[in-house]
Every structure is written in structure tokens, then in C-alpha cells.
């Protein structure tokens, strides 16, 4: 075979921008294409599970 292996790549699930996998080191938010967009995911992520936890509580206020 010829040349190089292809790259990974993949696209940012956050903001749908192509992202190239360069090595564990370089891309540490892959596959992600910046610290910010991997913040906000996982953010997004955190603030439904507060939210449906909030819906819990509510629900146990409503019952009593
Ligand atoms: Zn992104």
C-alpha cells in the first residue's frame, strides 16, 4: 500500500464543524473542535439532568 493512513476525522457534534483527529496530545477535545464546544455540550447535558432533577422535586412538592 501507498502512502499514509487517512486521517480520522469527524464532525463537531456541537457546531457541525470538520474536525481532523491529529494525536491524543494535540486533540484533547476531539471529537470536538474547540475547548468551548465541548463545554457547551457536555453544559448542555448537565443542565437536563438539574433539570429533569428540579422536575423531581417539584413533583414530590406537588404531592404533599
Ligand atoms: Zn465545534
Do not use: H
Not at 22 to 37: A, H, L, M, T
Amino acid at each position: 500500500m501507498q502512502g499514509k493512513e487517512k486521517p480520522i476525522s469527524a464532525r463537531c457534534p456541537n457546531c457541525n464543524t470538520p474536525v481532523a483527529y491529529k494525536g491524543p496530545d494535540k486533540d484533547v477535545f476531539f471529537p470536538f473542535c474547540s475547548k468551548r464546544c465541548k463545554l457547551l455540550d457536555l453544559g448542555r447535558w448537565l443542565d437536563e439532568e438539574y433539570k429533569i432533577e428540579s422536575e423531581g422535586k417539584k413533583m414530590w412538592i406537588d404531592v404533599n
